[in-house]
């Protein structure tokens, strides 16, 4: 069966410096795709980044990037040069070729000046 | 419509009385999810849709909680017998067809007070 671990209830991270999210996720099928969604204080749901398991180089989006490592199971969101407006819940999500797209438990980041 | 639409944006309900909570995805998508998300905590699955068909109910709670999609469009999900613990923002998503990178959609969510 599908899971997504989260391990990290909160972080805390200083205005510009980087952070790293922890996901592991386990699956037995060879097709699936991994998210991040960032929830900040509103509820809404906002989608950063996708990492597709046959793809060859980690994902990145402006100041987001994956660390895949497919072999350990990982999909590690890092966020570079933090803002304020970084200060959310952020949750990883693994779709299999099914299409049932399960979350997991989230990190809570917060940044501060 | 522009995005995916849930009504009502608010409920407030007794205990043991049914409520229904729709969900109007994005033109053309076909896939289509139920989340509920307690207070400060994690997305739980539910149950999701590909058209009309409902692959995987594992997430139901209970057999209180049901829910359909018709003309691969609209999704209902209905509450019987609302419970406190029932209380809980449901989060609705939809994405495209299968093929790639498609992101899910979500909606503002419904909040469900059960009191």
């Known amino acids: 069966a599908q899971k997504i671990t989260q391990t990290q209830p909160g972080m805390f991270v200083q205005e510009k410096e980087a952070v790293t999210l922890d996901c592991t996720y386990d699956?037995?099928?060879?097709?699936?795709?991994l998210f991040w969604y960032k929830q900040p204080s509103s509820g809404e749901m906002i989608f950063l980044i996708y990492?597709?398991?046959?793809?060859?180089q980690n994902a990145t989006e402006g100041r987001y990037s994956l660390n895949f490592q497919k072999a350990r199971k990982s999909a590690n969101l890092v966020i570079s040069a933090s803002q304020l407006g970084d200060s959310a819940m952020y949750f990883c999500a693994m779709r299999d070729f099914t299409d049932k797209l399960i979350f997991g438990t989230g990190t809570r980041l917060q940044v501060f000046p | 419509g522009a995005g995916v639409s849930q009504s009502p944006s608010n409920k407030v309900t007794e205990k043991g009385k049914d409520v229904e909570l729709r969900c109007d995805p994005i033109s053309g998508h076909t896939a289509l999810y139920w989340y509920r998300q307690s207070l400060g905590q994690g997305l739980e699955f539910l149950i999701y849709f590909q058209g009309n068909s409902a692959p995987d109910k594992s997430g139901l709670p209970s057999d209180r909680f049901s829910a359909e999609r018709t003309g691969g469009s609209v999704s209902t999900l209905t509450i019987q017998r609302t419970q406190q613990e029932d209380s809980a923002v449901y989060l609705c998503?939809?994405?495209?067809?299968?093929?790639?990178?498609?992101?899910?959609?979500f909606g503002q969510g419904t909040r469900l007070t059960v009191v």
């Open positions: 699956t037995s099928d060879p097709s699936y795709g």
């Open positions: 990492q597709g398991s046959y793809d060859q």
């Open positions: 998503a939809s994405s495209s067809p299968t093929g790639g990178n498609t992101e899910a959609f």
